[in-house]
Nanobody
């Protein structure tokens, strides 16, 4: 069984910073891509940033230059450093990972989400 646990969300003023973390645990053999998605009220879930096992990154245009995704493969953890936050960044942020376990080949897993609220 695999679990993804996010942390680091909260309330911040516009222009501020937050750092999200997501740790994967369980019977993990390897992790392929990891990423962060977000869902604002009344909107669809969207990709924020993703990172491959080799470190290649991809960002949504709306966060490019402000957010940085990174990962620690030894800790099975992915991070999202969010700077210059804007009220439109307010959303529930979800961690996603493609994980190979001893029981199931590569499968997508989701965390339960962490709320980020940016006040104006």
């Amino acid at each position: 069984q695999v679990q993804l646990v996010e942390s680091g969300g909260g309330l911040v003023q516009a222009g501020g910073s937050l750092r999200l973390s997501c740790a994967a645990s369980g019977s993990i053999v390897s992790i392929n891509a990891m990423g962060w998605y977000r869902q604002a009220p009344g909107k669809q879930r969207e990709l924020v940033a993703a990172i491959t096992s080799g470190g290649s990154t991809n960002y949504a245009g709306s966060v490019k230059g402000r957010f940085t995704i990174s990962r620690d493969n030894a800790k099975n953890t992915v991070y999202l450093q969010m700077n210059s936050l804007k009220p439109e960044d307010t959303a529930v942020y979800y961690c996603n990972a493609e994980i190979y376990t001893i029981v199931v080949p590569y499968m997508n897993y989701w965390g339960k989400g962490t709320l980020v609220t940016v006040s104006s």
